[in-house]
């Protein structure tokens, strides 16, 4: 079984809808990460935790909010949708020192 | 500003043939660093990652790479690239003095390998 899980693998959605996307993992780490991937751009810090009370923003959080329901599972909200958020979108576990463990990725797309 | 620089973003090369995969970052503090590969439907794999000690280091899949300080390089290497090795690849910079795990994240390079 796959350490870093998220659901869905793809999504297709309208201008203005609410989109959540859900991470799993099974590796015991504290700390969890959402990313999102464009061409040319590498990847993105959306938010950041390191434990279930603690929720940072990264570099790009504006339309953007998470959840930390539990020490394995991490939740990605986009409110209200918007196109330019089409990407692809992976969620990250680590223990120090710095090494993260991804997701395979939710491919989303805002039409 | 702290930045990491990938400046092939397309890299052909047959099967058989060494690989080269150029890395630069701008960093203040002391670099972690790391080579990750994303094949294609993928999450992201780490190859290799480079925190202190020898310079040269080894990875999976064949993969090695290189610290250079006074170049703020390190360059991804393989002496014999396989098919199976096409995929897009991202160099990773980070850094003991950051309060959390940031990761700065190159923007990638794309191999394809002909046969």
């Known amino acids: 079984d796959a350490d870093v899980t998220q659901t869905p693998r793809n999504r297709i959605t309208k201008t203005g809808k609410r989109i959540m996307l859900e991470c799993s993992q099974t590796k015991g780490h504290d700390r969890m990460y959402w990313y999102r991937q464009d061409p040319g751009l590498g990847l993105r810090l959306i938010y950041y935790?390191?434990?279930?009370?603690?929720?940072n923003k990264g570099e790009i959080s504006d339309g953007y909010s998470v959840s930390r329901q539990a020490q394995a599972k991490f939740s990605l909200s986009l409110e209200s949708a918007i196109p330019n958020q089409t990407a692809l979108y992976f969620c990250?576990?680590?223990?120090?020192?710095?090494?993260?463990?991804f997701g395979p990725g939710t491919r989303l797309t805002v039409l | 500003a702290q930045s990491v620089t990938q400046p092939d973003i397309h890299i052909t090369v047959s099967e058989g043939a060494s690989l080269e995969l150029r890395c630069n970052y701008s960093?203040?503090?002391?670099?972690?660093l790391f080579w990750y590969v994303q094949s294609p439907g993928q999450g992201l794999q780490l190859l290799l990652k480079?925190?202190?000690?020898?310079?040269l280091v080894q990875g999976i899949k064949g993969f090695e790479a290189e610290f250079k300080r006074s170049q703020s390089s390190f360059n991804l290497r393989k002496p014999s690239v396989h098919w199976s090795d096409a995929a897009e690849y991202f160099c990773?910079?980070?850094?003991?003095?950051?309060?959390?795990?940031?990761?700065?994240f190159g923007p990638g390079t794309s191999l394809s390998v002909i046969p």
């Open positions: 960093y203040g503090a002391t670099p972690y």
């Open positions: 990773a910079v980070g850094s003991e003095k950051t309060s959390y795990d940031k990761v700065i």
């Open positions: 990250a576990t680590s223990d120090p020192p710095h090494e993260q463990f």
């Open positions: 480079y925190f202190s000690g020898d310079t």
């Open positions: 935790s390191f434990d279930v009370k603690d929720i």
